[in-house]
């Protein structure tokens, strides 16, 4: 045996180790270990540091000890054999090229005055925990305070109307719908196409059916939806994702309607809802329902930081009773401390103060990444005066070509193949525009019109 006295790992520990790992159940069982003092001199070190390795080996049941004999290997039953599985190695995951120019969605730079504003409620939640009286866990459904501050702020913002007892915190907006779905019996649950990518395989791990409905102009087609008759629908009508569209008020009320006579659910995820800079954002589907035909899910993302992953859910009335019998027994998801950050973060107002600056910095990006890709007559964006990103056109340009090409131009957009169930051509892109600076879509911008341009003349 050897010991490394220079390791960081204590004398005793590697000793045990060695001894526990020499353990064969067909050589060693029952054979007798050195003493104490006869190992410590072999190996030059002191009694106590052999006699910690032999308590916790006697500890953990390997080894036992004779008064007057010594100590020997127990007889193990049932050892375990090392299984031999001949599988391929696992190849790396590809690495993306890093640019300069990332159209990635859903990144948002926090702006400066709101994460200062942020850290000081933190630090103000780290304040209140050391009172014994805020210590405990929070409800399973989230702090009762964040609920309410909740409450009303959706009440202020989006004309909703519930109670605490309807919202549920959650860890992030599809960790709200993945509970949403395994609250629901199981059945048929109509997704938007375009859409969400991976929403059907979500929906099919609780047991549920999916049926692809079409997206147009007017958002989801409600023509398809009363033909296919699902038991759900989820739907982003506030900025249909990724194409963009906003589902006009006589819809809302013809979706709405539907949901009544036949007591469907209709799932409303309203990211983005906050961002609207032509006009002010149509009322929410759930502000506007009379039946409880909706579940309201939301997120906190777009007020702090994406990697914070805390969002939420509202109920309606009939399934709270489903939710208690169901996960009476739950944790909450998102730790106390953050939640009692988030209730410092609005009762400051910062949560408020941090969507105005925002909303108004993101009306001047999406302003000007439509006014650079007007001069292209190439290149046909979705623009519905929403959302912090683009959807855009370019035909006649093979994919591969224009991917490969922006790299080399230190930029990266995104198709949207996998978005789309049987897409009708393979010649639209998603451009997130939130976490590029001003002076950033200056340069980008222009220079994606000029590579289309250029591989178009070659085409």
């Known amino acids: 045996m050897i010991l490394d006295r220079n390791a960081t790992q204590p004398l005793y520990l590697q000793l045990y180790q060695q001894l526990r790992a020499a353990y064969d159940p067909n050589n060693t069982a029952r054979q007798k270990l ?17 006699e910690q390795a032999y308590d916790q080996l006697m500890a953990e ?9 010594g100590y020997f290997y127990h007889d193990l039953q049932h050892w375990p054999t090392p299984a031999t599985i001949d599988t391929p190695p696992t190849p790396p995951l590809a690495t993306p090229t ?25 630090r103000e939640a780290l304040r209140q925990a050391e009172d014994a009286a805020n210590t405990h866990d929070p409800e399973a459904q989230g702090l009762f305070a964040l609920r309410e501050q909740l409450g009303r702020f959706l009440a202020t913002t989006r004309g909703i109307q519930c109670t605490p007892d ?9 960790a709200g719908l993945s509970f949403l779905l395994s609250l629901l019996p199981r059945g048929l649950v109509g997704i938007e196409n375009p859409g969400y990518r991976g929403l059907d395989e979500l929906a099919a791990g609780y047991g549920h059916r999916t049926v692809a409905l ?9 023509a398809a939806l009363k033909a296919a008759q699902p038991q759900v629908v989820y739907t982003t009508p506030a900025h249909q994702f990724p194409l963009g569209y906003v589902l006009p008020i006589a819809q809302r009320l013809d979706l709405l309607n539907w949901a009544a006579t ?43 930081d994406p990697t914070l992953r805390m969002g939420y859910l509202v109920l309606p009335p009939q399934l709270v009773t489903t939710y208690h019998q169901q996960y009476q027994y739950r944790s909450a998801m998102v730790a106390g401390l953050l939640q009692q950050a988030m209730v410092n973060y609005f009762e400051s107002g910062a949560y408020y103060r941090h969507l105005s600056r925002s909303r108004n910095l993101n009306r001047q990006k999406y302003q000007l990444v439509c006014k650079l890709l007007a001069k292209s007559t190439l290149i046909q964006p979705i623009a519905t005066g929403a959302g ?3 959807v855009v056109r370019i035909p006649e340009i093979d994919s591969a070509d224009l991917l490969n090409a922006l790299i080399q131009a230190d930029i990266r957009i995104y198709p949207l193949d996998s978005n789309w169930q049987a897409m009708p051509s393979h010649d639209y892109y998603l451009l997130g525009f939130a976490a590029l600076s001003l002076a950033d879509l200056e340069i980008a911008i222009p220079r994606l019109i000029q590579i289309c341009e250029r591989l178009a003349s070659n085409h």
């Open 166 to 174: 309807q919202i549920v915190i959650t860890n992030g907006a599809k």
């Open 98 to 122: 890093k640019v300069t120019y990332d159209f990635h969605y859903g990144r948002l730079p926090m702006l400066k005055p709101s994460w200062n504003a942020w850290k000081r409620a933190v």
């Open 388 to 390: 912090l990103h683009l």
């Open 61 to 69: 049941g390997y080894i036992y000890s004779v008064p007057g004999s």
């Open 262 to 304: 036949n007591q469907r659910l209709i799932i409303e995820d309203d990211y983005d809802s906050a961002y609207r800079y032509n006009a002010r954002p149509l009322p929410a589907l759930q502000s506007l329902a009379t039946a409880n035909q909706v579940a309201y899910l939301g997120t906190f993302d777009r007020g702090i």
């Open 34 to 50: 050195w003493s104490v003092r006869k190992l410590a001199q072999n190996l030059a070190v002191s009694k106590t540091t052999v």
């Open 214 to 222: 079409p997206v147009t102009a007017q958002g989801v087609d409600l």
